[in-house]
């Protein structure tokens, strides 16, 4: 498929950003080609510049859960905007989010809105670090929580896509003080507590992975974290940034049974505009600024647009029936592509927790970042450019979930599934 107009763009682009682009994954170097170059969104379509329509899978990496453009979030947004843009001063609209946030997660009892789901784990781990008067933190293997200092250490996302050991630029005194374990496996966890847990501030965890693709918690196995720490006096943080309002309502946590010390959520939160939030316990939250020591502020916090999209976004999703509906189309997804795979005879596996799913090209569902990074990624590479080509956005690398909207129906499955039988015979 020719996209002269993508790659007219592209290169001017490069003149200008490092890469062509503003955020790493999206240069396509986990997939090899050029990126596209986009126009314009409805639904569950994107149109590129050349004039293509593609299902689109990646859905701006999560917050878009009905798509592009709704019309309730695109309203309440013209709507805010006649108002002011912004005000860098106290308004209504933060409250109606912050309550809307606290109601669906009950571990919630206070939160700060900041502008993205970065500074949201920045500011969680400054958090645990001033409330407990520690220094370590844990993290998993492959997980990623924003390009954080303290957190880009064995990170997954576009670190892993881009094959790069731990970002230079990350003073080595600092990620010292990150320990990092791999998913899943509890017992590794209960050792390393066993000898540095009185010095560990927080253990923060993506519930559900979706930056090294998506992995799926073991039965018991996030409990299992949260007990650990509570014996400890460590703090557990459950990163829903990308899991918020998207596997449940109330996100993993509510999934899972949960009820973390903090949590930090980004994307739907902002329906699609650049908003992060951070939470959880008010002994806890009391420690912030003002009310507290540990300093945390942003400019452009609480934007009355971002505060507007996300407060459409909660309130559509509160709707009886939503989360069902977007549970069946993911699960035809899935199984879709799984029986495609293996029409096939193709080594692949299909991880997924309700809207956010992997394809991997491994003989067994990855459980881990080593069993993640099984998968023939050059494989995945070829799979993706088929299904660019038969009119399908996914993700531009193996190692990020693919994310189904409510926009997506009968019609774009059925077109993704027709894409992927020849994507993957070829
Ligand atoms: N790191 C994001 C996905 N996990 C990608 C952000 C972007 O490129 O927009």
């Given at each position: ?73 695109t309203e309440a947004i ?5 108002g002011g843009t912004s ?340």
């Open positions: 498929m020719d996209r002269p107009r993508s790659h007219a763009l592209f290169e001017k682009a490069r003149a200008l950003m490092p890469g062509g682009v503003n955020s790493p994954v999206r240069a396509f170097r986990g997939v090899g080609g050029e990126p596209v170059f986009f126009k314009s969104g409805a639904g569950a379509w994107l149109t590129d510049v050349d004039g293509h329509r593609y299902v689109d899978y990646v859905g701006s990496w999560g917050p878009l859960i009905f798509g592009h453009a709704p019309r309730p979030v013209a709507e805010a905007a006649q005000f860098g001063a106290p308004h209504e609209r933060e409250i109606e989010l912050a309550e809307l946030i606290r109601a669906a997660v009950p571990s919630v009892q206070k939160v700060r809105l900041v502008s993205s789901g970065s500074e949201a784990t920045t500011a969680a781990i400054r958090l645990a670090r001033g409330f407990t008067g520690r220094d370590l933190i844990v993290k998993f293997e492959g997980c990623y929580h924003g390009a954080v200092d303290s957190l880009l250490v064995k990170a997954g996302s576009g670190v892993e896509t881009l094959g790069l050991p731990d970002s230079p630029g990350v003073p080595a005194d600092l990620a010292r003080l990150t320990l990092t374990l791999p998913f899943n496996d509890l017992e590794r966890a209960r050792e390393l507590f066993a000898h540095r847990g009185a010095q560990i501030a927080a253990l923060i965890i993506e519930p559900v992975v979706g930056n090294m693709g998506v992995l799926v918690p073991r039965d018991g196995y996030l409990q299992g974290l949260a007990d650990l720490c509570q014996r400890h006096g460590a703090l557990f943080i459950c990163d829903e940034v990308m899991t918020g309002f998207r596997v449940h309502f109330g996100g993993a946590q509510a999934l899972y049974g949960l009820k973390p010390d903090l949590t930090t959520f980004g994307k739907i939160i902002g329906g699609g505009l650049p908003v992060g939030a951070y939470g959880g316990r008010a002994d806890v939250m009391a420690r912030i600024a003002p009310e507290g020591p540990v300093y945390q502020a942003g400019t452009l916090s609480g934007n009355p647009l971002a505060t507007a999209a996300g407060i459409a976004m909660l309130k559509e999703l509160a709707r009886p029936g939503v989360y069902e509906r977007l549970e069946g189309t993911a699960a035809r997804l899935a199984q879709g592509l799984r029986e495609r795979a293996a029409a096939h005879h193709l080594k692949a596996s299909v991880n997924r927790v309700g809207s956010m799913l992997t394809l991997f090209f491994a003989p067994e569902p990855p459980f881990d970042y080593a069993s993640a990074k099984k998968a023939d990624a050059a494989r995945f590479g070829r799979f993706f450019h088929g299904m660019l080509d038969r009119g399908v956005y996914l993700p531009p690398s193996q190692f990020e979930a693919a994310f189904v909207s409510l926009a997506h129906g009968e019609a774009e499955i059925a077109h993704t599934l027709a894409a992927a039988d020849e994507a993957l015979s070829e």
